[in-house]
């Protein structure tokens, strides 16, 4: 049975979430404050966060950071706004997903379900992968070149592990939003998972001007080029 740490200062909404969620049979716990949600997050373990990004002493994405010194337990934002700035914001701190209030209750589950699904399916390999100087060690979560640890967020990570296991495949971007995100692009354009491969390309490649890993296949997509 999962634990999820729901972050959330509006007293309706919380009633109508804890109802919601405690019906599909997920236990869950509530913080209305950053300082709530500190002290809970030290004091307890969850499977997954659902996080408003305004909170009264705070935001979503300061505890958000302070999680991910720590955990990379899934994330998901609740926010009043659809800016993409604040959408890459978000993912960028560590977020695995986010929601725009007002949101349909059956779309919320299905994401929450999804996301931990995803987490089980990552944290359950056994397995380390090394390819072009990239050694992903994927039960702790790690990703090294070279033997030094890479500084990626949730959603970096995600990416250079999903490339990492299809190596020399050219994946869609259909292909790659519906693995990481479990949606069908209309809330993560192609745009934002440009930003994405740009920003991994940074601090995998040597010549991220020249990628020699991760390639742009012309009007198909991106694929993982394996060099050695």
Not at 58 to 65: I, P, Q, R, V
Not at 118 to 134: H, Q, W, Y
């Amino acid at each position: 049975m999962s634990k999820l740490l729901l972050v959330e200062d509006d007293i309706s909404l919380i009633t109508g979430l804890t109802f919601a969620l405690q019906k599909q049979g997920y236990i869950l716990e509530v913080a209305r404050t950053q300082k709530e949600a500190e002290q809970a997050w030290n004091m307890g373990s969850y499977d997954l966060l659902i996080l408003d990004v305004s909170l009264p002493d705070g935001t979503g994405f300061d505890f958000c950071k302070k999680v991910r010194q720590t955990s990379k337990v899934p994330i998901l934002f609740l926010t009043a706004s659809d800016e993409e700035m604040d959408i890459i914001m978000g993912l960028d701190m560590g977020g695995d997903d986010y929601m725009t209030k007002p949101f349909k209750l059956g779309v919320l589950l299905s994401r929450i379900h999804a996301l931990l699904r995803r987490a089980k399916d990552f944290g359950g390999v056994a397995t380390e992968i090394t390819s072009n100087g990239i050694h992903l060690q994927l039960l702790q979560g790690q990703a090294f070149k070279n033997g030094q640890l890479l500084d990626l967020t949730a959603a970096e990570y995600k990416l250079l592990c999903f490339f990492m296991q299809n190596p020399n495949v050219v994946l869609t971007k259909e292909q790659i939003l519906e693995k990481l995100w479990d949606c069908d692009g209309n809330y993560i354009d192609n745009s934002t998972l440009t930003v994405y491969m740009r920003r991994l390309r940074m601090k995998i490649e040597d010549d991220p001007g020249e990628p020699q890993m991760l390639l742009t296949v012309r009007r198909m997509g991106y694929k993982w080029n394996v060099l050695d």
